[in-house]
């Protein structure tokens, strides 16, 4: 068999809880001062999850619900990979559990297990992915990824921050989103920004200062070495923000997001060298000699790039960060979330053709930046066309979402902790506003086994 070309997102899908918490009724609740989580942070809305969902149904719903709405059958999938930090069991995976999906079928030679590095999981499963099709193992079959996670933070300054969802992916050749071949640029350190020691806790230790440093920092150095990369690549060629017609970015919160945005403008100041002959750059010579370490706090080089970039972020990002403001952080989906969000920002003729950079970040820290090539040709953009179209669901399941109480949310969250790995477990709280087709929680038994049910309303 010929090695495949064009190798990418062949059909996405994304899952978010029907219900969430307002992030005014949030502040409010919290007593903090109005503006702090919707203007500061920049985030309207937050899904979160009950008793009935856990990581194993949040991945199940978001697998059945792209097989089923792209007609994939389960003889069709030969790699399955799995990202998530929501870990509920040290040894068996979620992908083993997803395994229910395709064994009635005869379909158990599939590879692939979990990935996990805090929100990065999801983009180390996606590598493999496509190692493995771009590989002499592929079988002309493709391969799912599945990023989901359930985000929860302890009360205080981190909680509104928190998410929850699961974004799938099929991943194949001839594709209409196509991963650009030999240019990735990563970033791996040892870190102790956020990380999850109590295994006995949904929650995280996260030192927020450091954390958004990290993240600032890894934005940098993937950043320069991509540049670095991509010149190498194509000798002839510069890169910067204007090498492309989108960046995505995992959002922590959107307000960080427009911030990094700001952070790749002044990598790009400060790449461009003697600057003074640059219009946009005039007056700005006080920044030259800058060293990028020396400035993630500093507030007049953030203010002057936010402004120099405005235009650019709004056009180029912000779009990608609907579903991060309605939703949340989710962890591994976040930057795929992304994704959804700007394929259903713009008409077809837009997207076809456009340079996608994305930056993968999970605390601890592992970062990746790579780049995606939206198809223009006209056979592959009517799989463009498809692929978009069968994404009409996620406004009005938005839209539909029930608004919880802050006092409801905190006691949901309460009733997590205490019931966090218990055995035996009989979940409390109501199916009835789940989006149908949702997978929930029925029981765990007192060998911690869980069973899983659908949700099926009569239409
Ligand atoms: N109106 C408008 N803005 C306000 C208001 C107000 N009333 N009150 C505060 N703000 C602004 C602040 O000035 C600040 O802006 P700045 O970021 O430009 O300085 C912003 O709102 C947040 O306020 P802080 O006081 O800095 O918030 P706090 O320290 O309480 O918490 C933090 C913020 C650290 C992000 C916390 O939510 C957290 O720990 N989150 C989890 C960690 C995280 O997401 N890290 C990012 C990368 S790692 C990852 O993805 C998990």
């Not at 919290?30 to 979160?48: E, H, I, P, R, W």
């Not at 799995?82 to 979620?94: P, Q």
């Not at 009360?155 to 989103?177: F, K, N, Q």
Request: proline share 4%; with cysteine; aromatic share 10%.
């Amino acid at each position: 068999m010929s090695r495949p070309s064009s190798v990418g997102i062949k059909a996405i899908e994304v899952y978010f809880p029907a219900q969430y918490v307002d992030q005014n009724d949030l502040e409010e609740f919290d007593k903090v001062s109005a503006g702090k989580y919707t203007v500061g942070l920049g985030q309207s809305k937050m899904g979160f999850c009950n008793d009935r969902e856990d990581i194993n149904s949040l991945c199940l719903t978001v697998v059945r619900r792209l097989m089923d709405r792209h007609n994939i059958k389960p003889e069709d999938i030969g790699r399955l990979e799995v990202g998530t930090e929501t870990i509920l069991d040290k040894s068996k995976s979620v992908k083993s559990v997803l395994m229910q999906l395709f064994e009635p079928f005869g379909c158990t030679d599939i590879e692939g297990v979990d990935s996990t590095n805090a929100c990065y999981g999801g983009t180390a499963a996606l590598f493999n992915a496509v190692s493995w099709v771009e590989s002499s193992y592929y079988d002309g079959r493709m391969a799912l990824v599945v990023a989901g996670d359930n985000a929860v933070y302890a009360t205080g300054s981190a909680r509104p921050t928190g998410g929850a969802g699961a974004v799938a992916m099929l991943i194949g050749p001839d594709a209409p989103i196509v991963f650009d071949q030999g240019l990735r640029a990563s970033y791996m350190r040892h870190a102790y920004d956020f990380y999850k020691p109590d295994l006995n806790s949904e929650y995280p230790v996260v030192d927020g200062k450091l954390s958004i440093q990290c993240y600032l920092g890894a934005l940098d150095n993937c950043y320069q070495k991509y540049c670095q990369k991509a010149q190498e690549k194509y000798s002839d060629k510069t890169i910067s923000l204007a090498s492309f017609g989108a960046v995505l970015f995992h959002s922590p919160y959107c307000k960080l997001v427009q911030k990094s945005f700001a952070r790749l403008a002044f990598n790009d100041f400060l790449n461009s060298g003697n600057n003074s002959g640059i219009s946009k750059y005039q007056g700005l010579d006080k920044f030259s000699n800058l060293k990028l370490e020396d400035t993630y706090f500093d507030r007049d080089v953030e203010k002057t790039f936010m402004t120099l970039s405005d235009d650019d972020f709004a056009r180029k990002t912000k779009p990608s960060l609907l579903l991060a403001n309605l939703v949340g952080n989710m962890y591994t989906p976040s930057v795929y979330s992304g994704l959804v969000s700007l394929l259903i920002s713009r008409p077809i003729d837009q997207l076809a053709g456009t340079k996608v950079c994305v930056f993968s970040y999970g605390s601890g820290l592992a970062s990746s930046m790579y780049s995606l090539t939206i198809a223009k040709d006209s056979s592959t953009k009517s799989d463009l066309e498809q692929l978009v179209s069968k994404l009409s669901y996620v406004i009005p399941q938005l839209e539909s979402r029930r608004r919880v109480s802050p006092e409801e949310f905190t006691r949901v969250l309460e009733m997590r902790e205490k019931n966090c790995h218990k055995a035996p477990y009989q979940p409390e709280n109501s199916i009835a506003d789940m989006f149908d087709g949702t997978y929930y929680l029925k029981s765990i038994d007192d060998k911690y086994r869980r069973t899983y049910e659908i949700v099926r309303k009569n239409k």
